[in-house]
Nanobody, 123 residues
Framework: QVQLVESGGGLVQAGDSLRLSCAAS????????MGWFRRAPGKEREFVAA????????YYADSVKGRFTISRDNAKNTMYLQMNSLKPEDTAVYYC????????????????WGQGTQVTVSS
C-alpha cells in the first residue's frame, strides 16, 4: 500500500522559515512526480509546487514563487518543501501528493495523498 507522510509543520512568525518533508513508501518512486498542495481555513485546496522525480522540471504557484523551493532525494524516498519569508496567508494544512507520469498542477490529476501537516504563520 502507498503511504505518504508529511512532517515539519509548526507555528512560526512572519518572515521565518520552515522545511516540510514528505516520506513516501509502497510505490516505484522513479515513476512518480510529486507535489505540494495546501488548504487554508474556509478555503479550497490549492496547488503550491510540483517536481518530477528526476528533478528535471519544477513548477510553482505565483503566490510562493521566489520564496518556496521544492526538492526531492530519491535515495531517501523523500520530497521537501523549503519555505522562506513566510507570510500569515501561508497558514494552511500542507499536503504531499504523488502522480504517475509527468508534472501535474491539478488536484484531480494526483493518485495518492498524505494526511497533511499544519503550518501556522503569525504576524
Amino acid at each position: 500500500q502507498v503511504q505518504l507522510v508529511e512532517s515539519g509543520g509548526g507555528l512560526v512568525q512572519a518572515g521565518d522559515s520552515l522545511r516540510l518533508s514528505c516520506a513516501a513508501s509502497g510505490l516505484a518512486f522513479s515513476n512518480y512526480g510529486m507535489g505540494w498542495f495546501r488548504r487554508a481555513p474556509g478555503k479550497e485546496r490549492e496547488f503550491v509546487a510540483a517536481i518530477s522525480w528526476s528533478s528535471k522540471n519544477t513548477y510553482y504557484a505565483d503566490s510562493v514563487k521566489g520564496r518556496f523551493t521544492i526538492s526531492r532525494d530519491n535515495a531517501k524516498n523523500t520530497m521537501y518543501l523549503q519555505m522562506n519569508s513566510l507570510k500569515p496567508e501561508d497558514t494552511a494544512v500542507y499536503y504531499c501528493a504523488a502522480v504517475e507520469v509527468g508534472l501535474a498542477r491539478l488536484e484531480d490529476e494526483y493518485d495518492y495523498w498524505g494526511q497533511g501537516t499544519q503550518v501556522t504563520v503569525s504576524s
